[in-house]
């Protein structure tokens, strides 16, 4: 796989993940959590096993920061005044943590399966 596609993975999966749930009428909905999700693994997937470190952590400021953007600037209708900016943020908050919980559980366990398939294969070369 390209060296760039968990990077990609991470910082364009949760856009492409708002952009289809708010085609799907809602962009917090389960269009944005399943596409979310399925980026996380895939950045999990395609990363070397040293950077998962980085992607890891990565993830729910990204994810975040889309939703917050997306209920910002999505909304019907829009917030108005800074107190009404500050809930849409507390919403915004409160909408992607279990996506993001999801996430880090996906690319958790992604990377325990890698981990345990990588020496499985090193420990195959060595008994023979």
Do not use: D
């Amino acid at each position: 796989m390209p060296g760039w596609l968990p990077a990609a993975a991470v910082g364009l999966g949760p856009v492409l993940a708002a952009i289809v749930g708010k085609i799907l009428g809602n962009y917090y909905g389960p269009g944005f959590a399943v596409v979310c999700v399925l980026a996380a693994g895939l950045a999990a997937a395609a990363a070397a096993s040293n950077w998962l470190w980085y992607l890891i952590p990565a993830l729910p400021p990204v994810i975040w920061l889309v939703g917050a953007v997306a209920e910002l600037e999505w909304r019907n209708p829009p917030y108005e005044g800074t107190k009404a900016e500050a809930v849409g943020l507390v919403h915004a908050t409160t909408h992607t943590f279990p996506v993001i919980a999801v996430c880090a559980v996906v690319m958790g366990l992604v990377a325990v399966w890698g981990t345990v398939q990588e020496r499985k294969k090193k420990g195959a070369r060595r008994g023979r």
